[in-house]
């Protein structure tokens, strides 16, 4: 599989660079592997054949779909070329993987950490592991993702005589004293920054001022 930014959507022979042995329905052989390869536009269009299809009158896939609930699709649907789900095989793929690594200490002697994107390289099986539930997460997440964007912009659209709010956590702090003791250790205080946005209808306030 390979996800291009533009181009064409189709399916072609597998793209592996080796021979290796297969197993026919009955029989064996050696020879070129026969499993199809796909070019994906997107990450979205990859999630999107491997649910059921949505209904000819539906906005939205079913909730069992997006939830990896349905026992007729999902991600074990995708189909593998042999050679990648093969714990055996010396082949290997690079891909990246973000990771969270240590960079240092803060002021209080704290380990700082940061994602960092990384290469890796290991046989396709490992990635194909680390990649399905990676998958289900995602197709979650992007529902919700635009139902949610969706829904924002309906209201701004609609606004009625009350106002739109909006509030996202941004980040927890700890208060901690610099040189304290075991008790004061177990009993820090913490508050939560939340952000908050509100849309409302502007308030005229003069025959020229239109309060924003």
Not at 36 to 52: D, F, N, P, Q, R
Not at 55 to 65: A, D, I, S
Request: charged share 20%; aromatic share 12%; hydrophobic share 40%.
């Amino acid at each position: 599989m390979k996800a291009i930014g533009k181009g064409i959507y189709d399916q072609i022979g597998c793209q592996c660079d080796f021979k290796h042995i297969y197993q026919h329905e009955g029989e064996g052989g050696e020879g070129e592997c026969q499993a199809s390869s796909k070019l994906y536009i997107g990450i979205t269009k990859l999630w999107e054949e491997v649910v059921c299809p949505k209904g000819l009158f539906n906005e939205w896939h079913q909730k069992e779909c997006l939830l990896g609930e349905c026992l007729l699709c999902g991600v074990e649907t995708l189909e593998f070329c042999p050679c990648e789900t093969n714990v055996n095989i010396v082949a290997f793929m690079q891909w990246q993987q973000y990771v969270m690594i240590v960079v240092g200490k803060d002021k209080v002697g704290n380990k700082s950490k940061r994602l960092k994107l990384e290469y890796m390289e290991t046989i396709p099986n490992i990635f194909i592991n680390y990649f399905k539930p990676k998958l289900v997460a995602f197709i979650e997440h992007n529902f919700f993702a635009r139902w949610q964007d969706i829904q924002f912009k309906s209201l701004l659209a609609t606004i009625p005589k009350d106002v739109v709010s909006i509030i996202d956590f941004a980040k927890n702090y700890g208060f901690k004293v610099q040189n304290e003791v075991q008790f004061m250790h177990w009993h820090t205080t913490h508050v939560s920054i939340l952000v908050h946005i509100t849309y409302r209808w502007s308030m005229p306030l003069g025959d020229d001022i239109i309060q924003d």
